[in-house]
Nanobody, 122 residues
Framework: QVQLVESGGGLVQAGGSLRLSCLASGRTFNEYVAGWFREAPGKDREFVAA????????YSADSLKGRFTISRDNAKNTVYLQMNSLKPEDTGIYYC???????????????WGQGTQVTVSS
């Protein structure tokens, strides 16, 4: 298994940008697909983005395309989420995940970070 630690969250004004990072332990991170999920206040956990093991493929939720981009650097055991044009409704806790199945279902992922808070002011 792997251990994941998110960083990069914070308070930002609407229209601003943030780049989240997720650092994975171990030297087998490249064997796992990776994803980002978020939990807004009072709402269920929702899919944000996913990326393949070799970083050749990645995608964001339809509602986030054009604003959110996932990437990874296996040499650094790190996955990133670039967030642009942030909106107040993007506020929530953002979680990094790793697993065996490439997709948008949270149940596909076995390993989770503790989350990082993103707050977008209006």
């Amino acid at each position: 298994q792997v251990q994941l630690v998110e960083s990069g969250g914070g308070l930002v004004q609407a229209g601003g940008s943030l780049r989240l990072s997720c650092l994975a332990s171990g030297r087998t991170f490249n064997e796992y697909v990776a994803g980002w999920f978020r939990e807004a206040p009072g709402k269920d956990r929702e899919f944000v983005a996913a990326i393949s093991r070799d970083a050749g493929n990645g995608y964001s939720a339809d509602s986030l395309k054009g604003r959110f981009t996932i990437s990874r650097d296996n040499a650094k055991n790190t996955v990133y989420l670039q967030m642009n044009s942030l909106k107040p409704e993007d506020t929530g806790i953002y979680y990094c995940a790793a697993g065996e199945i490439y997709g948008a279902d949270a149940g596909f992922y076995s390993f989770w970070g503790q989350g990082t808070q993103v707050t977008v002011s209006s």
